[in-house]
T-cell receptor, first 109, second 112 residues
Framework: GQNIDQPTEMTATEGAIVQINCTYQ??????LFWYQQHAGEAPTFLSY??LDGLEEKGRFSSFLSRSKGYSYLLLKELQMKDSASYLC??????????WGAGTKLIIKP | TAGITQAPTSQILAAGRSMTLRCTQD?????MYWYRQDLGLGLRLIHY???????GKGEVPDGYSVSRANTDDFPLTLASAVPSQTSVYFC???????????FGEGSRLTVL
């Protein structure tokens, strides 16, 4: 079966750095996506990785290792507004997105 | 730009009744999707449409139907609602071939 695993919840301090991990087992791989979802709102696109390595976009970076079936989202200089759920999704061989359950990130002052 | 508009925002429905969730996009995206989101689970695809006039079944299609008469509209119908269909429903769209989805604000449905 297809499976995306990510921690249910993480807590971090304002101004710090946090890494959210995602491991996947899917039938085929055509890219990995990270989305941010604030409570009660719609998910919004953060990043896309299809090749191994690190993609940096401002305070957010995303890393992919296809051989290990592993990705992480790195958030630097955390702000209170970063409190949200972070969803990992993999596009499979049929070009459909398989979603993880999301990681709820709690930022404390 | 409105993006994707869903209606209603929330609804309480008696079991056995029918309901249509509306979804309209103004981005001229070819692909559209309906997902449900339940606590502790990832987004699950109900139905999708790669282009106007075509639809396909996702992971959890039973009890739901869709139509795609034109590019902009993609309604989701529950013919006879059951309590297990209580969920938050998200409509989304994307450019064909990309994985970047644009989501509507969601419709919270409670079936009693």
């Amino acid at each position: 079966g297809q499976n995306i695993d990510q921690p249910t919840e993480m807590t971090a301090t304002e101004g710090a750095i946090v890494q959210i991990n995602c491991t996947y087992q899917t039938s085929g791989f055509n890219g990995l996506f990270w989305y941010q979802q604030h409570a009660g709102e719609a998910p919004t696109f953060l990043s896309y990785n299809v090749l191994d390595g690190l993609e940096e976009k401002g305070r957010f970076s995303s890393f992919l290792s296809r051989s290990k079936g592993y990705s992480y989202l790195l958030l630097k200089e955390l702000q209170m507004k970063d409190s949200a759920s972070y969803l990992c999704a993999v596009r499979d061989s049929h070009y459909q997105l398989i979603w993880g359950a999301g990681t709820k990130l709690i930022i404390k002052p | 730009t409105a993006g994707i508009t869903q209606a209603p925002t929330s609804q309480i429905l008696a079991a056995g009744r029918s309901m249509t969730l509306r979804c309209t996009q103004d981005m001229r995206h070819n692909a559209m999707y309906w997902y449900r989101q339940d606590l502790g689970l990832g987004l699950r695809l109900i139905h999708y449409s790669n282009t106007a006039g075509t639809t396909g079944k996702g992971e959890v299609p039973d009890g739901y139907s869709v139509s795609r008469a034109n590019t902009d509209d993609f309604p989701l119908t529950l013919a006879s609602a059951v309590p297990s269909q209580t969920s938050v429903y998200f409509c989304a769209s994307s450019e064909q071939g990309t994985g970047e989805l644009f989501f509507g604000e969601g419709s919270r449905l409670t079936v009693l």
